[in-house]
Nanobody, 121 residues
């Protein structure tokens, strides 16, 4: 079994910062891309940021310059540093990872349970 466990969400004022973490555990051979998605009230889930195993990153335009994604491959953990938060960043944030459980199998997508981020004064 594989689990993704997120932490770091909460309530923050506009302009504030939060750091999300997501640790993958279980039967893991390797992890390819990891990413963060979010789903705001009444909105579709969208990709916020992603990072490859080699460290290449991409971001949705609305968070560029404010959010930074990083990963620690030794810990199977991905982070999302969120600065200059805005009310429109309010959403449930989900961690995603493409994981290969056995060396000869293909990767599968796994999801965390989600963590609430609320930006309000």
């Amino acid at each position: 079994q594989v689990q993704l466990v997120e932490s770091g969400g909460g309530l923050v004022q506009p302009g504030g910062s939060l750091r999300l973490s997501c640790a993958a555990s279980g039967s893991i051979f390797s992890i390819n891309a990891m990413g963060w998605y979010r789903q705001g009230p009444g909105k579709k889930r969208e990709l916020v940021a992603a990072i490859t195993s080699g460290g290449s990153t991409n971001y949705v335009d609305s968070v560029k310059g404010r959010f930074t994604i990083s990963r620690d491959n030794a810990k199977n953990t991905v982070y999302l540093q969120m600065n200059s938060l805005k009310p429109e960043d309010t959403a449930v944030y989900y961690c995603n990872a493409d994981i290969r459980r056995i060396w000869y199998t293909s990767t599968e997508a796994y999801w965390g349970q989600g963590t609430q981020v609320t930006v309000a004064s």
